[in-house]
């Protein structure tokens, strides 16, 4: 069982989007059974809440069903989950500076973090864009973006227990 966890700021947008197009990915190969999937904020203003609106509607178009509710990345995550992927530049040294804690704590196994963009086989962007200011064009945007990524995430994922 492998444990990926998807990191944004909000646990609003991109994260509970990528969640949702992973786990879709997963039941269309059977594979469901063989990862724990969730998603996380560094920040912790939504907790509680659903996914925006925007977006639920932009998964629903795919045929995406966002369920989660959104929840602060913790310490106890860093050493919960095997994966980490995290959507922006800011994601990234947020979670890297808790890894940093976590380590001086004593922990012996961290997850390994990383953009999730490195995944990216149709183009190589820098960052899975926050659309939370901006328009529906931007969710559009963020779901073509972690559909090709969450693919090839779970295709080096796959190699890398074969
Ligand atoms: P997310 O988007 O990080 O993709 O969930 C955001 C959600 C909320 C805020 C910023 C980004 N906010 O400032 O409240």
């Not at 969640?19 to 203003?45: C, I, N, P």
């Not at 190589?124 to 972690?146: A, I, K, N, R, S």
Request: net charge positive; aromatic share 6%.
């Amino acid at each position: 069982m492998k444990r990926v966890l998807f990191v944004c700021l909000g646990n609003i947008c991109r994260s509970p989007a990528a969640e949702g197009v992973f786990r879709h990915q997963l039941s269309a190969a059977g594979l469901e059974k063989r990862f724990l999937v969730d998603s996380a904020g560094t920040g912790g203003w939504h907790t509680g809440k659903r996914a925006d609106p925007r977006m639920r509607a932009a998964a629903a178009r795919r045929g995406l069903d966002l369920t989660s509710r959104a929840r602060q990345l913790d310490a106890a995550d860093l050493e919960h989950f095997d994966h980490i992927l995290t959507m922006d530049a800011a994601n990234l040294a947020a979670v890297q500076r808790l890894a940093q804690h976590v380590k001086a704590g004593g922990a012996s196994r961290l997850a390994v973090v990383e953009p999730l963009v490195r995944y990216c086989q149709r183009g190589t962007p820098g960052e899975v864009p926050d659309p939370y200011y901006g328009g529906e064009q931007g969710f559009e945007l963020v779901l073509d973006l972690l559909e090709d990524a969450c693919a090839g995430l779970l295709q080096a994922l796959l190699r890398s227990q074969a």
